[in-house]
């Protein structure tokens, strides 16, 4: 209960957690019929608070957080799985390219975008991956791909534990060409096959 409580507590005063229930509030609105002013006017409410900006046909699944909300911008149609983290000034929406039909991004769960990225067009960004810092995302990361960069290239792996994956001095496949990966904290051992991450095995 007490535990409940202080959650509670420091909940109402983190602006992440405001900018997420006005996101609640505003999709419970828009299934009701008459209530359009007042979604409207919490959307307003939302982005004078935070300057923030999140499209009401937006979806965000549970448990994600922004650990500093300013700057955000996630557009009209983004998908965003459970548990993502958004840092401050990332931009999710379509390419814009004229002519051109609009796509949108797909998060999935568990994924990292870091400060200032910008990511836009009909792209997945695959589960417990992570986006460094100031990337322009313009195509698929695989699941637990670590990208960065201008455009943003595949340069790593990072673990289900959130570690990044090192080189595997033990080879772990007979296939010659078989790019061997280690975590350095839980020890989970993979493979790289193309661009997918397999685990080969929990730890040795
Ligand atoms: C991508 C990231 C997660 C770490 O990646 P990493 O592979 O461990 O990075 P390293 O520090 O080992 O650097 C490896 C190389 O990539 C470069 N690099 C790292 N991050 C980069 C980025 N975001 N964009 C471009 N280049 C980057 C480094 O300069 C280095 O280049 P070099 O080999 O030529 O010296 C990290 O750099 C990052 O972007 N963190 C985000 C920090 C942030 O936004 N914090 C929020 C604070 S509020
Ligand atoms: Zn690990």
Redesign the pocket.
């Given at each position: 209960m007490r535990q409940w409580l202080a959650r509670t507590w420091s909940n109402l005063f983190s602006v992440s957690w405001q900018v997420l229930c006005l996101y609640r509030l505003i999709q419970f609105f828009r299934r009701k019929r008459g209530f359009k002013f007042l979604m409207v006017a919490l959307a307003y409410f939302q982005q004078v608070l935070s300057g923030c900006h999140i499209h009401y046909t937006a979806k965000i699944g549970k448990d994600c957080h922004f650990?500093?909300p300013v700057g955000i911008v996630i557009g009209s149609y983004v998908q965003i799985g459970d548990h993502v983290k958004i840092?401050?000034h990332v931009t999710l929406g379509s390419h814009g390219r004229y002519g051109e039909e609009a796509g949108y991004p797909i998060v999935e769960d568990d994924v990292?975008i870091?400060?200032?990225?910008i990511i836009i067009g009909a792209l997945t960004i695959g589960k417990g991956a992570?986006?460094?810092?100031?990337?322009l995302v313009l195509s698929d990361v695989p699941a637990h791909g670590?990208?960065?960069?201008?455009p943003?290239r595949l340069?790593?792996f990072i673990c289900t534990c959130g570690e990044?994956l090192a080189k595997d001095s033990v080879p772990q496949s007979e296939a010659h060409d078989a790019v061997c990966l280690v975590c350095g904290k839980c020890g989970a051992r993979y493979t790289v096959s193309g661009k997918a991450l397999e685990r080969f095995s929990k730890n040795t």
């Amino acid at each position: 209960m007490r535990q409940w409580l202080a959650r509670t507590w420091s909940n109402l005063f983190s602006v992440s957690w405001q900018v997420l229930c006005l996101y609640r509030l505003i999709q419970f609105f828009r299934r009701k019929r008459g209530f359009k002013f007042l979604m409207v006017a919490l959307a307003y409410f939302q982005q004078v608070l935070s300057g923030c900006h999140i499209h009401y046909t937006a979806k965000i699944g549970k448990d994600c957080h922004f650990p500093h909300p300013v700057g955000i911008v996630i557009g009209s149609y983004v998908q965003i799985g459970d548990h993502v983290k958004i840092f401050q000034h990332v931009t999710l929406g379509s390419h814009g390219r004229y002519g051109e039909e609009a796509g949108y991004p797909i998060v999935e769960d568990d994924v990292t975008i870091y400060t200032n990225s910008i990511i836009i067009g009909a792209l997945t960004i695959g589960k417990g991956a992570v986006i460094g810092a100031s990337s322009l995302v313009l195509s698929d990361v695989p699941a637990h791909g670590l990208v960065y960069g201008n455009p943003a290239r595949l340069r790593g792996f990072i673990c289900t534990c959130g570690e990044k994956l090192a080189k595997d001095s033990v080879p772990q496949s007979e296939a010659h060409d078989a790019v061997c990966l280690v975590c350095g904290k839980c020890g989970a051992r993979y493979t790289v096959s193309g661009k997918a991450l397999e685990r080969f095995s929990k730890n040795t």
